[in-house]
């Protein structure tokens, strides 16, 4: 039997999952939640509380806590861990995790009578990572930009960015020179997830890797001027950066305490992004993908490298090989959350009642749910903005006309700022909230396009499997997409719904527009 895993570490959870290619079967799934299983960490919704609302970090210890509870419950499913002949797997993206000098010697001596957590405790030179919620680092973006100019957006595939890892940096080089001194290697999640199950500092992939503002797409290396304009001496403190099929070692003996073969190949990891590309069977162009995740994204394999002219989205290396597009919404699952504890209703009403009791354009009650700094458009003073009837602007129109506005405003929002990437006649909808039929429906209504489901809407673990699969059992990416990531229904747009929403589109660019002056 041969089996393959694919890891999945998050900004609320770790995730496990077990394919079998042959059967075309996931075997085998876990789950650890943060805030939940890991309470000692004070991250109830994977991240530490700051006064200052744009600073977003997590402890790497929590990760390292929840790869080892997931593995001890991915054994206790009763699945053959000794079957499985290849793991990969896939961070959020941008965080970064800084070593010391002694790092690269505690992960080649993991002891497995310790835990992960205990034993690289010494190896932070950076107490906590600053994760991509952060958006701290403005004026770390602004130096970025004048160094290296417009050149940064067209080579690196995004301007500067205040979640994107070189930024990051920067910020920490400049507050706390001593540690930026001391710091040896700086990994990303993903990288860092992998080197500790390699027990050696494992390379950064091109997907994960684009989301620095570091890594020139097109030599495929760090970009010089880049790493000059955000730190000194940061080529050295670098991974190298491959492409994500490439293997980056064998598992570590530590991990034989679940079971696990080791020696068995790793193969790089990469972004979450990038991972549900291949997961939704979407790694060739023609298909856009939504992922409604605690971020909302919208991607696409991309034909060709072109970037965002509002200077919003990016441009992230395809884990099988060219380029794929993104745009990201901070405000995804975490406003959907908001808006229904606010209104005191439950999910069912989003998918049905206030969809029902309400019309395509809400009367003109439009909302831009900002709870939290937005991302697409840049808007860095959270505040829910309104625009309608005296009763919506204060907060008391009926709970069905406030849902239908922070949904038409989300979803309008990403029609209209995904237009540079392209128009799509299918788009594949993965994540938790695509189980929601009330929003589906409504994507498919602005969209105008057929939206699929996948019967997996873990589609970022599940890549990590396929990729382990196709990267070391040479499983072709399109058997797998056949057996594993097969749409399981298709919403078509309602009828008439395409005059309904030209109006709102309409009016949403304009919201937009006045939004962002
Ligand atoms: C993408 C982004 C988020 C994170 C967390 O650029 O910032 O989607 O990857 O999921």
Redesign the pocket.
Known sequence: MSLYLGLDS??QSMKALVIDPDLGKIVASAAVNFGKDLPEYGCPEGVLANPDPLVKHSPPQMWLAALDLVLSRLQATGVAMGDIRAISGDG???GSVYLNAQGTKILAGLNPAKTLANQLTPAFSRKTSPI?MDSSTSAECREIEAAVGPRLQTDTGSPAIE?FTGPQIRRFFKTSPAEYANTDRIHLVSSFMCSVLIGQHAPIDFGDGA?MNLLNLKTGDWDNAALDATAPGLRDKLPPARPATETAGGLHAYFAKYGLKPGVPVILWT???PSSLVGVGASEPGVAVISL???D?FFAAMPAMKTDPNGCG?VFGNPTGGCMS?I?FKNGSLARERVKEECKVDWTFFEGTALVETKPGNDGNMALSYYVPEITPRVMTPGVRRQGSPDFCSGKAPAAVQVRAALEGQFCSMRLLSEWIGQFKTIRVTGGASRNKGIVQLIADIFQADVQLIAVPDSATLGGAMRAAHAAGKVPLQDLAAKFAAASETITPTTGAKGAFEAPLKAYRKFLADVTK
Do not use: Y
């Open positions: 998050s900004t959020q993206q941008h991509w979640r989301g972004g979450d992004n995740g605690t971020s994204t990016h993104l990201c």
